[in-house]
Protein backbone atom coordinates (compact mmCIF):
# COMPACT_ATOMS: atom_id res chain seq x y z
CA UNK A 1 0.00 0.00 0.00
CA UNK A 2 2.47 2.54 1.17
CA UNK A 3 2.84 5.91 2.42
CA UNK A 4 -0.23 8.31 1.89
CA UNK A 5 1.14 11.88 0.32
CA UNK A 6 -1.77 14.19 2.01
CA UNK A 7 -2.40 15.08 -1.35
CA UNK A 8 -6.33 14.89 -0.48
CA UNK A 9 -6.64 16.99 2.41
CA UNK A 10 -7.29 20.20 3.05
CA UNK A 11 -4.39 22.36 2.38
CA UNK A 12 -1.87 24.09 5.22
CA UNK A 13 -3.34 27.52 5.04
CA UNK A 14 -6.83 26.43 5.82
CA UNK A 15 -5.04 24.87 8.98
CA UNK A 16 -3.31 28.00 9.49
CA UNK A 17 -6.48 30.23 9.53
CA UNK A 18 -8.16 27.39 12.25
CA UNK A 19 -4.96 27.79 14.12
CA UNK A 20 -4.78 31.25 14.70
CA UNK A 21 -8.79 31.70 15.02
CA UNK A 22 -8.79 28.88 17.49
CA UNK A 23 -11.55 27.17 15.95
CA UNK A 24 -12.24 23.37 15.55
CA UNK A 25 -9.64 21.10 13.37
CA UNK A 26 -12.57 19.70 11.29
CA UNK A 27 -15.40 20.47 9.70
CA UNK A 28 -19.55 19.33 10.11
CA UNK A 29 -20.13 19.50 7.01
CA UNK A 30 -18.25 17.10 3.72
CA UNK A 31 -15.40 19.42 2.60
CA UNK A 32 -14.21 18.65 -1.02
CA UNK A 33 -10.91 16.99 -1.74
CA UNK A 34 -7.82 19.27 -2.09
CA UNK A 35 -4.33 18.70 -4.09
CA UNK A 36 -3.14 21.47 -2.54
CA UNK A 37 0.30 20.10 -0.82
CA UNK A 38 2.06 23.11 1.60
CA UNK A 39 4.20 23.24 4.24
CA UNK A 40 2.54 21.66 7.12
CA UNK A 41 2.80 24.91 10.20
CA UNK A 42 4.47 24.78 12.97
CA UNK A 43 2.41 24.32 16.05
CA UNK A 44 1.58 28.05 17.70
CA UNK A 45 3.19 29.18 20.89
CA UNK A 46 0.22 30.30 22.48
CA UNK A 47 -1.02 27.38 25.57
CA UNK A 48 -4.08 25.49 23.57
CA UNK A 49 -5.95 23.89 26.16
CA UNK A 50 -6.50 20.00 25.71
CA UNK A 51 -10.04 18.36 26.06
CA UNK A 52 -8.07 15.36 26.42
CA UNK A 53 -6.10 16.44 29.76
CA UNK A 54 -9.46 18.10 31.35
CA UNK A 55 -11.83 15.00 30.45
CA UNK A 56 -13.56 13.65 33.05
CA UNK A 57 -14.99 10.14 32.97
CA UNK A 58 -17.20 8.28 34.95
CA UNK A 59 -17.47 4.81 36.54
CA UNK A 60 -18.84 2.31 34.66
CA UNK A 61 -19.22 -0.73 36.53
CA UNK A 62 -16.75 -2.14 37.90
CA UNK A 63 -14.31 0.03 35.94
CA UNK A 64 -13.77 3.69 38.30
CA UNK A 65 -13.67 6.97 36.87
CA UNK A 66 -10.89 8.05 38.33
CA UNK A 67 -8.80 5.29 36.72
CA UNK A 68 -10.34 5.95 33.30
CA UNK A 69 -9.43 9.56 33.44
CA UNK A 70 -6.25 9.25 34.61
CA UNK A 71 -5.43 6.85 31.74
CA UNK A 72 -7.33 9.05 29.43
CA UNK A 73 -5.19 12.00 30.76
CA UNK A 74 -1.50 10.06 30.01
CA UNK A 75 -2.77 9.76 26.92
CA UNK A 76 -3.61 12.85 25.65
CA UNK A 77 -0.59 14.40 23.73
CA UNK A 78 -1.43 11.13 21.32
CA UNK A 79 -4.98 11.83 21.13
CA UNK A 80 -7.24 14.45 19.18
CA UNK A 81 -10.89 15.32 19.47
CA UNK A 82 -13.03 16.25 16.35
CA UNK A 83 -13.26 19.81 17.40
CA UNK A 84 -9.93 20.30 19.22
CA UNK A 85 -7.37 21.94 17.85
CA UNK A 86 -4.34 20.18 17.03
CA UNK A 87 -0.65 21.69 18.58
CA UNK A 88 1.62 18.32 17.57
CA UNK A 89 2.41 16.69 14.92
CA UNK A 90 0.73 13.58 15.99
CA UNK A 91 -2.23 15.71 16.93
CA UNK A 92 -1.82 17.19 13.10
CA UNK A 93 -1.87 13.45 12.04
CA UNK A 94 -5.09 12.72 13.59
CA UNK A 95 -6.56 15.93 12.49
CA UNK A 96 -5.30 14.42 9.23
CA UNK A 97 -7.53 11.57 9.46
CA UNK A 98 -10.66 13.50 10.43
CA UNK A 99 -10.59 15.60 7.14
CA UNK A 100 -9.98 12.68 5.62
CA UNK A 101 -13.08 10.97 6.33
CA UNK A 102 -14.94 14.74 6.48
CA UNK A 103 -14.53 14.74 2.47
CA UNK A 104 -17.58 11.79 2.66
CA UNK A 105 -21.42 12.93 3.94
CA UNK A 106 -20.97 9.44 6.27
CA UNK A 107 -17.52 10.07 7.69
CA UNK A 108 -18.75 13.77 8.68
CA UNK A 109 -21.36 12.43 10.41
CA UNK A 110 -19.42 10.12 12.52
CA UNK A 111 -16.96 12.85 12.91
CA UNK A 112 -20.01 14.52 14.37
CA UNK A 113 -21.89 11.74 16.46
CA UNK A 114 -18.21 11.01 17.72
CA UNK A 115 -18.00 14.61 19.04
CA UNK A 116 -21.02 14.05 20.32
CA UNK A 117 -19.58 11.50 23.71
CA UNK A 118 -16.12 13.48 24.54
CA UNK A 119 -14.81 10.05 22.59
CA UNK A 120 -11.55 10.85 21.04
CA UNK A 121 -8.86 9.47 18.62
CA UNK A 122 -5.32 8.52 19.53
CA UNK A 123 -2.30 7.17 17.70
CA UNK A 124 -1.28 3.65 18.98
CA UNK A 125 2.53 2.96 17.32
CA UNK A 126 2.51 -0.61 18.19
CA UNK A 127 -0.70 -1.85 16.77
CA UNK A 128 0.19 -4.15 13.91
CA UNK A 129 -1.63 -6.38 11.01
CA UNK A 130 -3.88 -8.87 13.38
CA UNK A 131 -4.74 -5.66 15.97
CA UNK A 132 -4.93 -2.98 13.56
CA UNK A 133 -7.45 -0.92 15.63
CA UNK A 134 -9.71 -0.94 18.48
CA UNK A 135 -12.29 1.19 20.08
CA UNK A 136 -11.53 1.13 24.16
CA UNK A 137 -15.55 1.24 25.29
CA UNK A 138 -14.48 2.67 29.06
CA UNK A 139 -12.15 5.05 28.51
CA UNK A 140 -14.12 6.38 25.26
CA UNK A 141 -10.85 6.06 22.94
CA UNK A 142 -10.47 4.87 19.09
CA UNK A 143 -6.66 3.56 19.23
CA UNK A 144 -5.56 3.52 15.01
CA UNK A 145 -2.04 2.65 13.34
CA UNK A 146 -0.28 6.01 12.12
CA UNK A 147 -0.75 6.47 8.48
CA UNK A 148 2.77 4.45 7.12
CA UNK A 149 2.76 1.83 9.95
CA UNK A 150 3.04 -1.91 8.26
CA UNK A 151 1.17 -1.79 5.23
CA UNK A 152 -1.16 1.15 6.32
CA UNK A 153 -1.83 3.87 3.82
CA UNK A 154 -4.04 6.79 4.40
CA UNK A 155 -6.65 5.59 2.94
CA UNK A 156 -6.95 1.85 4.94
CA UNK A 157 -6.53 4.38 7.99
CA UNK A 158 -9.49 6.18 7.49
CA UNK A 159 -11.54 3.04 6.66
CA UNK A 160 -10.23 1.85 10.37
CA UNK A 161 -11.06 5.01 11.68
CA UNK A 162 -14.71 5.11 10.18
CA UNK A 163 -15.58 1.81 11.70
CA UNK A 164 -14.01 2.38 15.15
CA UNK A 165 -15.30 5.77 15.59
CA UNK A 166 -18.72 4.26 14.75
CA UNK A 167 -18.14 2.02 17.25
CA UNK A 168 -17.86 5.15 19.83
CA UNK A 169 -21.62 6.52 18.71
CA UNK A 170 -22.65 2.53 19.10
CA UNK A 171 -21.03 2.68 22.61
CA UNK A 172 -23.40 5.43 23.52
CA UNK A 173 -26.41 3.38 23.56
CA UNK A 174 -26.51 1.26 27.09
CA UNK A 175 -29.07 -0.83 25.54
CA UNK A 176 -27.01 -2.14 23.10
CA UNK A 177 -23.59 -3.32 25.31
CA UNK A 178 -23.15 -6.54 24.76
CA UNK A 179 -21.95 -7.32 28.06
CA UNK A 180 -24.45 -6.17 29.02
CA UNK A 181 -26.90 -8.91 28.08
CA UNK A 182 -28.59 -11.59 30.08
CA UNK A 183 -27.96 -14.23 27.56
CA UNK A 184 -24.77 -15.76 25.25
CA UNK A 185 -27.24 -15.47 22.69
CA UNK A 186 -28.19 -11.72 23.02
CA UNK A 187 -24.40 -10.91 23.93
CA UNK A 188 -23.61 -12.51 20.41
CA UNK A 189 -26.54 -10.90 18.22
CA UNK A 190 -25.57 -7.48 19.59
CA UNK A 191 -21.94 -7.69 18.94
CA UNK A 192 -22.72 -9.34 15.43
CA UNK A 193 -25.15 -6.11 14.57
CA UNK A 194 -22.56 -3.60 15.60
CA UNK A 195 -19.95 -5.32 13.55
CA UNK A 196 -21.83 -5.11 10.85
CA UNK A 197 -23.46 -1.62 11.31
CA UNK A 198 -19.91 -0.07 11.77
CA UNK A 199 -19.08 -2.23 8.13
CA UNK A 200 -21.59 -0.84 6.17
CA UNK A 201 -20.47 2.98 7.51
CA UNK A 202 -16.54 1.82 6.68
CA UNK A 203 -17.75 0.77 3.08
CA UNK A 204 -19.86 4.39 2.34
CA UNK A 205 -16.79 6.29 3.81
CA UNK A 206 -14.93 4.35 1.31
CA UNK A 207 -17.32 4.76 -1.42
CA UNK A 208 -17.97 8.50 -1.38
CA UNK A 209 -14.03 9.66 -0.70
CA UNK A 210 -13.54 7.86 -4.10
CA UNK A 211 -16.74 9.61 -5.87
CA UNK A 212 -14.80 13.01 -4.64
CA UNK A 213 -11.72 11.93 -6.27
CA UNK A 214 -9.73 10.67 -3.82
CA UNK A 215 -7.70 8.52 -5.77
CA UNK A 216 -7.66 4.70 -4.46
CA UNK A 217 -10.07 5.26 -1.58
CA UNK A 218 -12.17 2.27 -2.92
CA UNK A 219 -10.88 -1.03 -3.23
CA UNK A 220 -12.10 -3.88 -2.22
CA UNK A 221 -8.90 -5.79 -3.00
CA UNK A 222 -7.58 -3.95 0.31
CA UNK A 223 -9.51 -6.65 2.72
CA UNK A 224 -10.12 -10.49 2.46
CA UNK A 225 -12.65 -12.64 4.45
CA UNK A 226 -15.28 -10.57 5.58
CA UNK A 227 -14.57 -7.24 4.53
CA UNK A 228 -13.87 -8.37 1.13
CA UNK A 229 -17.39 -9.73 0.90
CA UNK A 230 -18.96 -6.66 2.36
CA UNK A 231 -17.23 -4.31 0.01
CA UNK A 232 -17.84 -6.34 -3.18
CA UNK A 233 -21.99 -6.20 -2.00
CA UNK A 234 -21.98 -2.26 -1.53
CA UNK A 235 -20.58 -2.03 -4.84
CA UNK A 236 -22.52 -4.64 -6.69
CA UNK A 237 -25.64 -2.18 -5.05
CA UNK A 238 -24.24 0.85 -6.06
CA UNK A 239 -23.39 -0.16 -9.48
CA UNK A 240 -27.23 -1.59 -9.65
CA UNK A 241 -28.66 1.74 -8.87
CA UNK A 242 -26.18 3.45 -11.27
CA UNK A 243 -27.51 1.20 -14.31
CA UNK A 244 -31.25 1.58 -13.33
CA UNK A 245 -31.16 6.03 -12.25
CA UNK A 246 -27.32 6.80 -14.12
CA UNK A 247 -24.19 8.33 -13.21
CA UNK A 248 -25.81 10.54 -10.54
CA UNK A 249 -26.58 7.87 -8.41
CA UNK A 250 -23.24 6.88 -7.37
CA UNK A 251 -23.75 9.89 -4.93
CA UNK A 252 -27.46 9.76 -4.30
CA UNK A 253 -28.07 9.14 -0.36
CA UNK A 254 -31.02 6.67 -1.42
CA UNK A 255 -28.54 4.34 -3.27
CA UNK A 256 -26.16 5.03 -0.51
CA UNK A 257 -28.48 3.85 2.33
CA UNK A 258 -29.61 0.89 -0.35
CA UNK A 259 -26.09 0.02 -0.53
CA UNK A 260 -25.02 0.41 3.33
CA UNK A 261 -28.61 -2.67 3.30
CA UNK A 262 -26.76 -4.98 0.84
CA UNK A 263 -23.19 -4.41 3.06
CA UNK A 264 -25.25 -5.28 6.35
CA UNK A 265 -26.54 -8.03 5.13
CA UNK A 266 -23.00 -9.20 3.74
CA UNK A 267 -21.59 -9.10 6.78
CA UNK A 268 -23.02 -12.47 7.67
CA UNK A 269 -22.09 -14.57 5.15
CA UNK A 270 -18.14 -15.02 6.59
CA UNK A 271 -18.01 -17.93 8.96
CA UNK A 272 -14.76 -17.27 10.18
CA UNK A 273 -15.98 -13.49 11.11
CA UNK A 274 -18.83 -14.79 13.11
CA UNK A 275 -17.25 -17.66 14.43
CA UNK A 276 -14.30 -14.83 15.75
CA UNK A 277 -16.88 -12.41 16.78
CA UNK A 278 -19.36 -15.15 18.91
CA UNK A 279 -16.03 -16.53 20.52
CA UNK A 280 -15.38 -12.22 21.62
CA UNK A 281 -18.89 -11.85 23.09
CA UNK A 282 -18.76 -14.76 24.73
CA UNK A 283 -15.10 -14.16 26.59
CA UNK A 284 -16.13 -9.95 27.14
CA UNK A 285 -19.28 -11.50 28.55
CA UNK A 286 -17.68 -13.46 31.24
CA UNK A 287 -15.29 -11.25 31.67
CA UNK A 288 -17.70 -9.10 32.77
CA UNK A 289 -19.37 -11.49 35.47
CA UNK A 290 -15.91 -12.02 36.82
CA UNK A 291 -15.11 -8.76 37.66
CA UNK A 292 -18.70 -8.15 39.04
CA UNK A 293 -18.67 -10.92 40.99
CA UNK A 294 -15.14 -9.84 42.53
CA UNK A 295 -16.51 -6.07 43.16
CA UNK A 296 -19.40 -7.75 44.95
CA UNK A 297 -17.05 -9.67 47.05
CA UNK A 298 -15.42 -6.70 48.02
CA UNK A 299 -18.58 -4.90 49.42
CA UNK A 300 -19.41 -2.66 46.20
CA UNK A 301 -22.10 -2.29 44.49
CA UNK A 302 -22.72 -1.97 40.59
CA UNK A 303 -25.38 -0.18 38.68
CA UNK A 304 -27.89 -1.65 36.18
CA UNK A 305 -28.71 -4.91 35.61
CA UNK A 306 -28.74 -8.28 32.84
CA UNK A 307 -30.93 -6.90 29.64
CA UNK A 308 -32.10 -8.51 26.91
CA UNK A 309 -31.90 -7.44 23.12
CA UNK A 310 -34.65 -4.35 22.33
CA UNK A 311 -37.24 -5.03 20.00
CA UNK A 312 -36.34 -4.78 16.19
CA UNK A 313 -37.51 -1.14 16.18
CA UNK A 314 -35.80 0.06 19.44
CA UNK A 315 -32.47 -1.58 17.53
CA UNK A 316 -33.29 0.49 13.76
CA UNK A 317 -33.83 3.52 15.78
CA UNK A 318 -30.71 3.45 17.41
CA UNK A 319 -28.12 2.37 15.35
CA UNK A 320 -30.08 1.72 11.94
CA UNK A 321 -29.96 5.48 10.47
CA UNK A 322 -26.57 6.14 8.59
CA UNK A 323 -24.23 8.39 10.56
CA UNK A 324 -25.66 12.74 10.37
CA UNK A 325 -28.80 11.14 8.74
CA UNK A 326 -31.40 10.15 11.43
CA UNK A 327 -33.67 12.22 9.69
CA UNK A 328 -33.81 10.14 6.50
CA UNK A 329 -35.15 6.49 6.30
CA UNK A 330 -33.34 3.78 8.28
CA UNK A 331 -30.87 1.72 6.04
CA UNK A 332 -31.81 -1.53 7.86
CA UNK A 333 -34.47 -3.23 8.50
CA UNK A 334 -36.23 -6.29 11.09
CA UNK A 335 -35.55 -8.58 9.07
CA UNK A 336 -31.99 -7.23 9.34
CA UNK A 337 -32.03 -7.82 12.94
CA UNK A 338 -33.99 -10.83 12.94
CA UNK A 339 -30.84 -12.08 11.15
CA UNK A 340 -28.35 -11.54 13.41
CA UNK A 341 -30.72 -13.30 16.59
CA UNK A 342 -31.07 -16.46 13.93
CA UNK A 343 -27.15 -16.40 13.28
CA UNK A 344 -26.30 -16.16 17.18
CA UNK A 345 -28.57 -18.98 18.08
CA UNK A 346 -26.56 -21.10 15.75
CA UNK A 347 -23.13 -19.89 17.19
CA UNK A 348 -23.62 -20.47 20.81
CA UNK A 349 -20.46 -21.72 21.83
CA UNK A 350 -20.23 -23.58 25.82
CA UNK A 351 -20.30 -20.65 28.42
CA UNK A 352 -17.13 -22.37 29.84
CA UNK A 353 -14.14 -22.96 27.40
CA UNK A 354 -11.71 -25.63 28.11
CA UNK A 355 -9.32 -24.50 30.63
CA UNK A 356 -6.16 -21.80 29.64
CA UNK A 357 -7.26 -21.30 26.18
CA UNK A 358 -6.74 -18.09 25.50
CA UNK A 359 -9.30 -15.63 23.49
CA UNK A 360 -6.79 -16.22 20.50
CA UNK A 361 -6.95 -19.54 20.72
CA UNK A 362 -10.47 -19.83 20.89
CA UNK A 363 -10.57 -17.72 17.87
CA UNK A 364 -9.07 -19.75 15.82
CA UNK A 365 -10.41 -23.17 17.57
CA UNK A 366 -13.66 -22.32 17.81
CA UNK A 367 -15.00 -25.04 15.44
CA UNK A 368 -14.07 -27.15 17.34
CA UNK A 369 -15.85 -26.21 20.32
CA UNK A 370 -19.20 -27.79 21.32
CA UNK A 371 -22.48 -25.56 20.91
CA UNK A 372 -25.07 -25.64 22.76
CA UNK A 373 -28.65 -24.13 22.71
CA UNK A 374 -28.31 -24.60 26.55
CA UNK A 375 -26.21 -21.60 26.88
CA UNK A 376 -29.03 -19.77 25.55
CA UNK A 377 -30.47 -20.30 29.47
CA UNK A 378 -27.29 -19.50 31.27
CA UNK A 379 -28.40 -16.16 33.51
CA UNK A 380 -24.99 -14.34 34.97
CA UNK A 381 -24.91 -12.33 37.96
CA UNK A 382 -26.48 -8.59 37.76
CA UNK A 383 -24.14 -6.97 35.58
CA UNK A 384 -23.08 -3.04 35.03
CA UNK A 385 -24.95 -0.84 31.69
CA UNK A 386 -22.62 1.42 31.10
CA UNK A 387 -23.72 5.37 31.27
CA UNK A 388 -22.24 6.85 28.56
Partial sequence: MGTFDRQFLQSSTLRSLLMAQGLAGVLAEPVKADTGSQKKPQPQTTQIIDPDKTVTLPDIGWAKGERLTAERRAMAEKCLQPNETPDSETEFSLQDIYQAMAVSSVGAGINKEFDAYQRTMCHDETRRVGMAAGYNVSSRISLL??????????????????????????????????NTMATARDAIAVTYMLEADAAAHQMAVSWQRQQAGVASAWNPDRNDGMFRTVALAFEASMEKSVAANGPEAANSKVAIRRAMGAAFKAWFQDDNTRDMYAAYAV?????????????????GSIAGTAQTIPRPERVIELIGHVAGDKDSAPYITVSDVKLA????SCKLPLIEPPKGLSLTQRRSDLRDVTFSKESDDWQPPMRVAPTL
Fill in 145 to 178: PPAGTGDYDMNAVVELAAQENRHGYQAGHPELQP
Fill in 283 to 299: ENLRGTQKANEKELNKG
Fill in 341 to 344: IDHA
